[in-house]
Structure formats: C-alpha cells, structure tokens
T-cell receptor, first 112, second 114 residues
Framework: GENVEQHPSTLSVQEGDSAVIKCTYSDSASNYFPWYKQELGKRPQLIIDIRSNVGEKKDQRIAVTLNKTAKHFSLHITETQPEDSAVYFCAASMNRDDKIIFGKGTRLHILP | DTGVSQDPRHKITKRGQNVTFRCDPISEHNRLYWYRQTLGQGPEFLTYFQNEAQLEKSRLLSDRFSAERPKGSFSTLEIQRTEQGDSAMYLC????????????FGSGTRLTVV
C-alpha cells in the first residue's frame, strides 16, 4: 500500500521568512496530493492540493510542487506569519474522494 | 448544516468495555471516512463508505472494530473490549464523492481507555 514520508518533523522559522516541507510517496498510482493544516485541538483543514497532471500550484503565500517521476512533493509558505504556526500534514490518494494516506506531520513554529 | 458532526466529543472508558461513536456527515455527502489520530502522528485510515456500502477496511484494524452506515447517512464506529492502545482521537470526514472537493473533517471523538 501507499506510504508517505514527511520531513522535517519540526521546523522553526523567523516571521517573514519562508518555510519548506518535503514529502515522498511510494505508490506510483497516487494522483492526488493534499496538504492539511491542524491547529492545536482542532480538526485538520485542507489548505491546498495538487493533482498529478500539474507540476506546481500557488494560492497566495502557499505553493505546492510535485515531481511525479521522483515521487516528491513539497509545500512552500512564503512571508510566514504567526498564524501559520501549526502542524502540517502531506498526504496522497488516488483521487480526491478515495482514502487518503497521511504523513506524520511537521510542526511549524513561527518565531517573532 | 454546519459541517461534519461527531458525538461524543470525549469518552473515557474502562479497559474491556465497548464504546460506540457517531458521525453525521454533511448532507448529500456520499462518502464517509473514519480515521484515528494519536498524539504526534498523522491521521491513520480505518475505513470508508460510499453511501451504505463499506468500500475498504484497513488491514491494521482488528476484529474488535466495526463500522456501519445503515441508511447511507450517519455512521457508527464501535470498538469492543477496549484496550489502552485504543486511546486516540477518532476523526470522521465526508465528501461529495465523484472526485469533488475532497474531505471535510469533523472535530473528532477523543477516547481515553483507563
């Protein structure tokens, strides 16, 4: 079955700097790669996703890149703000409504 | 309809007891998913439904776990003979299906087995 690896497990960046989280997946049949943000004590919320027919997608300060050949995908957050502090999960799936396999998460700390 | 609802929010039970959780998905969402999340880990897939049909159950799930969605609307997850290792947040999510907008998660049920 699918296995998603995520790193780093913890990331601290100065406010205003960029943050990058990287993931790899094992199943070449995966076609959908969502990213979720989970604040302490709250539910995971979808922040951006990308399909395998697209190499990059951007939404304001957030961007995702996908290298399907290498089975790598990454989340980039620019101009980080205090409210970006949270745990971020990458995930992989066949489609948007199939079962999703999550990585173990990256705890992002934005330092003042 | 304000989202995916889960009940109860918290459950403390003694080891060996049975527990049942309920999930009410967003109206008209055909797919419903159950995940388990332990501290410091990502959500772990348990099972999911298309309407009333259970499409897949994780191989990691023991026979003590069972889920139903009898009328294709709400779902229940039952854990029999609970063990301390079952302590976790149990998350439910739903989606429209047909490759639509992806999941919406509920707030979860936190289970503590003492």
């Amino acid at each position: 079955g699918e296995n998603v690896e995520q790193h780093p497990s913890t990331l601290s960046v100065q406010e205003g700097d960029s943050a990058v989280i990287k993931c790899t997946y094992s199943d070449s049949a995966s076609n959908y790669f969502p990213w979720y943000k989970q604040e302490l004590g709250k539910r995971p919320q979808l922040i951006i996703d990308i399909r395998s027919n697209v190499g990059e997608k951007k939404d304001q300060r957030i961007a995702v890149t996908l290298n399907k050949t290498a089975k790598h995908f990454s989340l980039h957050i620019t101009e980080t703000q205090p409210e970006d502090s949270a745990v971020y999960f990458c995930a992989a799936s066949m489609n948007r409504d199939d079962k999703i396999i999550f990585g173990k998460g990256t705890r992002l700390h934005i330092l003042p | 309809d304000t989202g995916v609802s889960q009940d109860p929010r918290h459950k403390i039970t003694k080891r060996g007891q049975n527990v049942t959780f309920r999930c009410d998905p967003i109206s008209e969402h055909n797919r419903l998913y159950w995940y388990r999340q332990t501290l410091g880990q990502g959500p772990e897939f348990l099972t999911y439904f298309q309407n009333e049909a259970q499409l897949e159950k994780s191989r990691l799930l023991s026979d003590r776990f069972s889920a139903e969605r009898p009328k294709g609307s709400f779902s229940t997850l039952e854990i029999q003979r609970t063990e301390q290792g079952d302590s976790a947040m149990y998350l439910c999510a739903s989606s429209l299906g047909k490759g639509s907008y992806g999941y919406t998660f509920g707030s979860g049920t936190r289970l503590t087995v003492v």
